[in-house]
């Protein structure tokens, strides 16, 4: 039967088992079998009491562990006296400190080691899945541990008559699933109000704080009910809840036993000094613009909710959503980042991943983008100085599904995944030195026609290749260091022609604005191609990567109603662009740059040992066939990077405004994977595997296929396909999308071909077409 609560776990777990007919136990001294009583009991209580709550079981049906997130309420008091029942006619001597015993009762005289194979505190419960109940940490290091029992210190245990008042210090809580998940803590702080209390926990009791990896808030008690007593669904949807409870002795007994109560409020103010209060101490270095913003606490003024008060320090201001989001320009950004709230102004231009990513964030909550895409230093080292505020209570709800793929990356952060192996880059360098090598040897160590062109193919699955380190390293997935890797593949230009700098700039901008049609530069490709109607059916648009209007003419309309039938050939020479666009960046250096010198030079010499390679063919015919062989064959890449996101949603306007449209739905809603066996992830280079990427950046690409599996198991849960809540936000009514490769790429020719027939629709005056500035001057118009 269900025990949804302690009270009724602890119990459960003390009732004795009878031992009767076929059971009966065996006694020595009688050498027979008795009738008998196999259970635990208390005789005595440590002064801190430990309960482990049992909340995995093993599921024999599925052959899997599965984990137990019934509602199970626990009280933050309680008298235990009632539940420490001495053995009849086994007194100890008075004073002596003693422990809780697993003992046969009735007629048996068990020794330690026959009763240290009892009932343990599992097994007790085994059949009640709400209360799947705990052990009491009470077994005395001499004597051999039962299951479910650990030590504890006879020094520091009590011992009374009457009430055994505990009150609940702390709970540590276990989210996510049996596979995978998340502990942090709740601890009260007994240094502030009537800690000891009375019998009944008294009057006064201190502040709860939740201790969450680096961040500190405080809470209130009544968020215990929904953090930490589960009940939420089963399965894995909003899997919070209790794994162990800290109850410490308190009142009457705790004074009597001439001990000093145990005392955590030190440690506490330890803990929330280092976490919480460095974050406060450089608001007084923020600049004069930010000043309004940071008020001096009112003599007698509680601190504020999201920091504790104290001495020399200032409150700092609550603000809104609403009021954060008017501070969305270059001029005035602030983002949200854990619930604080941060003036970045000032560093938009030093933001080592371009302007991009800042603007496009300003005056939102950007705690996943922020999260998945730094280092852990840069929250201690550089956000501090940006601190103006936290935001109001209940402003920042977190939605279940965010909550579960937060639990994620806790999961591969704990795994070591975001840890690069070393081995497989060094068999990649290898794979690579190959392919250029055999690629140079054709080229130019034979002699036949077939063997150029097939070293001309050869330097363009090299080029393929390559651009995937260069992807790696743009993201800082090999080393983790931003300019070891940066500098790693700004020499690589030497050798793919390519500058990392641009790519950096304009592939972060992509990745927080995927598909949005004004933002996103890689769908932004007129008068070549529009992937969707919502580019033409305005007049003109502002394009805030490149600032720049962009507006259709007949041009553009001629080209984009036959844009499906080009495509591909101009895949072929899609090449070039990168490398026009390269040098255009390095040259006007529109974004923040970095090792500008090294690439100018390193593609210098890209340009001369591949001219120098075509040129020493013995025909200028093969010269040219050698060119653009390759080049067409390295435009494999890039069908492969339009192929993950130009057949799914696109949207005008900002995104993140709301649990619709969040961090992780609108990466799901405007990306794909592609379908591979393991033994061909080498041919897509990563790029595969486009939603775990995206949501997760900075992990490495040997380790995205067990990402993938995390992140499908958290897209099933909450947004099964065909739900109605799955085809309210997705529009292909999956919410993880994942086609073979030629059957997206057949998806994504059809999404051309609908833009085309879009565009050869339109009428002048009712789309974009003929509207532009262009237009309107060849017409003479007004």
Known sequence: SEVPHVRGALEALLKPERLRGADQYYCDRCACKVDAERGVSFRRLPRVLAIQLKRFRYDFRLGQRLKVNSLFTFPTTIDMAEYVRPIPGDSPPPGKATSADVTPRGNLEATAEETAGGVSAGEAMADSPAGDPMAVDSTPPTAPLAEGMSVAHPETETACSGPLPYELYAVLVHSGSASFGHYYALIKDLGQGDAAGSAGGGDGRGEWHEFNDAYVRPIKESELRTKAFGGEGGGYSGSSSAYMLLYRAVGACDASSGEAAVDASDSIAQAVSQHALPLAAPVAATPAAAAPAVAAPAAGAPAHAGQPAHAGQPTLREYTLAEVGKHCSRGDAWIVVDERVYDVTRFIDAHPGGVGPILNLAGKDCTDVFANYHAARVYDRMLPAYLIGTMAAGEIVVAPHVADFRRIRQELLRRGLFETDSRFYLKMLAWHCTLWLCAMYLSLGCDSCGAHMLGAALMGVFWQQLAGIGHDLGHSGVTHSFRRDHLVGS?????????????????????????????????????????????????????????????????????????????YPLMALGRW??????????????????????????????????????????SWAESVGWVMLSHAVAGILHVQIVLSHWSMHTYEGRAYNGADDEWYVTTMRTTMNVATPPWLDWVHIGLQFQIEHHLFPRLPRHNLRIARDMVREVV???????????????????????????????????????????????????????????????????
């Open 577 to 618: 662009n990168l490398y026009a666009q390269g040098l255009i960046y390095l040259l006007t250096q529109p974004d923040k740059t970095h090792f500008r010198k090294t690439e100018l030079a390193g593609i210098a010499v890209y340009f001369g040992w591949v001219l120098g390679t075509a040129l020493s063919m013995p």
């Open 716 to 782: 099933e849960a909450h947004f099964p396909a065909g739900s109605a809540e799955c085809k309210r936000l997705f529009p292909l009514g999956v919410a993880y999308h994942e086609p073979g490769f030629f059957a997206g790429n057949l998806e994504m020719w059809r999404v051309l071909r609908s833009a085309a027939y879009a565009a050869r629709g339109a009428k002048r005056g009712e789309h974009g077409f003929w509207q532009s500035a262009l237009w309107e001057g060849m017409s003479l118009a007004g």
């Open 491 to 567: 020499l690589l230009s030497a050798f793919m022609g390519l500058s990392v700098g641009w790519w950096k700039s304009d592939h972060n901008t992509h990745h927080v604005v995927c598909n949005a049609v004004e933002h996103d530069p890689n769908i932004q490709h007129l008068p070549m191609l529009a992937i969707t109607d919502k580019v033409f059916r305005r007049p003109r648009f502002w394009d805030t990567y490149h600032r720049k209007w962009v507006g259709m003419d007949d041009a553009a309309h001629w080209l984009v109603s036959h844009q499906h039938l080009f495509f």
